[in-house]
């Protein structure tokens, strides 16, 4: 088992969802982030007055999947996400070797 963690830009959330729905991948979570990188944050003008935002919002998204679908799950985020901008986002893949535990069913 693999865990994917991907940052990509917000608008492109559901692209991805619809993306990884289409492969059969019915869970994933999904975590409001900030961060930069190239990007270096950018001006903003409020009231008269420009201030920085250092610090971009982000959309990381967390699926655990199968060995197996390692390098379809990652080609297929990365073209949903794709925009052709700096900021486009980043991937991390990691094995999930913690036992999966159902804790909220009852017996």
Do not use: C, W
Request: proline share 2%; charged share 30%; hydrophobic share 35%.
């Amino acid at each position: 088992m693999k865990l994917v963690t991907v940052i990509i830009k917000p608008f492109k959330l559901e692209d991805v969802r619809e993306a990884l729905s289409s492969i059969g991948i019915q869970g994933l979570t999904v975590t409001e982030v900030k961060g930069f990188g190239r990007q270096k944050g950018h001006a903003e003008l409020y009231r008269g007055a420009e201030y920085s935002v250092n610090f971009l919002p982000k959309v990381k998204i967390d699926v655990a999947i199968a060995d197996d679908q390692l390098e379809e799950v990652i080609d297929i985020i990365s073209k949903a996400a794709y925009t052709g901008k700096i900021g486009d986002g980043k991937n991390f893949r990691r094995g999930a070797h913690a036992r999966y535990s159902d804790s909220y069913r009852r017996s």
